[in-house]
T-cell receptor, first 112, second 114 residues
Framework: DQQVKQNSPSLSVQEGRISILNCDYTNSMFDYFLWYKKYPAEGPTFLISISSIKDKNEDGRFTVFLNKSAKHLSLHIVPSQPGDSAVYFCAAASGGSYIPTFGRGTSLIVHP | DARVTQTPRHKVTEMGQEVTMRCQPILGHNTVFWYRQTMMQGLELLAYFRNRAPLDDSGMPKDRFSAEMPDATLATLKIQPSEPRDSAVYFC????????????FGNGTRLTVT
């Protein structure tokens, strides 16, 4: 049973527009959430994170929103650039043990 | 720029053969993870080490998979015997083990079992 779900396998966006990637989780013990970005033939790299005590975290063009009551988080990329084309993994962890559980990933394609 | 190094990058083998994948974590990191990426499951956790001690290998098929850390600079994942369903990309990641610091991933080993 997937505890972290990314229900959209792919997303296509035009350059300059907003990309919104969604992630849902089922385990209420999760209190830390991360997004990783993965290019082909490379390993995932950390992008941005958020603690459950916050509902928003921003880093440049990337913003992560957390809705704890809905057990939902989203990653917004504004404006989207062709170089953002990659697979984005959502991950969640519970305090203390810190073993992240990953979703299946969403493939983002940003068209010029 | 410190990196996690995985070898080999690619491995093609026949069913029944032993496969060994190696990982050199970032110096100073005390947690090491093995993940497997498949189309169906995304990134699955196979094994987790802290200070070289295996703490969680519940995601690993015990009859054929084994993971070890002979020393702080080397982690290995072995499959014996390998099967076609083991074909996937295997990632090693390391971390500081401090709070919620993010993991650093290697570039993976792409395994194909024919």
């Amino acid at each position: 049973d997937q505890q972290v779900k990314q229900n959209s396998p792919s997303l296509s966006v035009q350059e300059g527009r907003i990309s919104i990637l969604n992630c849902d989780y089922t385990n209420s013990m999760f209190d830390y959430f991360l997004w990783y970005k993965k290019y082909p033939a490379e390993g995932p790299t950390f992008l941005i994170s958020i603690s459950s005590i916050k509902d928003k975290n921003e880093d440049g063009r990337f913003t992560v929103f957390l809705n704890k009551s809905a057990k939902h988080l989203s990653l917004h990329i504004v404006p989207s650039q062709p170089g953002d084309s990659a697979v984005y993994f959502c991950a969640a962890a519970s305090g203390g043990s810190y073993i992240p559980t990953f979703g299946r990933g969403t493939s983002l394609i940003v068209h010029p | 720029d410190a990196r996690v190094t995985q070898t080999p990058r690619h491995k093609v083998t026949e069913m029944g053969q032993e496969v060994t994948m190696r990982c050199q974590p970032i110096l100073g990191h005390n947690t090491v993870f093995w993940y497997r990426q498949t189309m169906m499951q995304g990134l699955e956790l196979l094994a987790y080490f802290r200070n070289r001690a295996p703490l969680d290998d519940s995601g690993m098929p015990k009859d054929r998979f084994s993971a070890e850390m002979p020393d702080a600079t080397l982690a290995t994942l072995k499959i014996q015997p390998s099967e076609p369903r083991d074909s996937a990309v295997y990632f090693c990641a390391s971390g500081t083990g401090l709070g919620n610091s993010p993991l650093h991933f290697g570039n993976g080993t792409r395994l194909t079992v024919t």
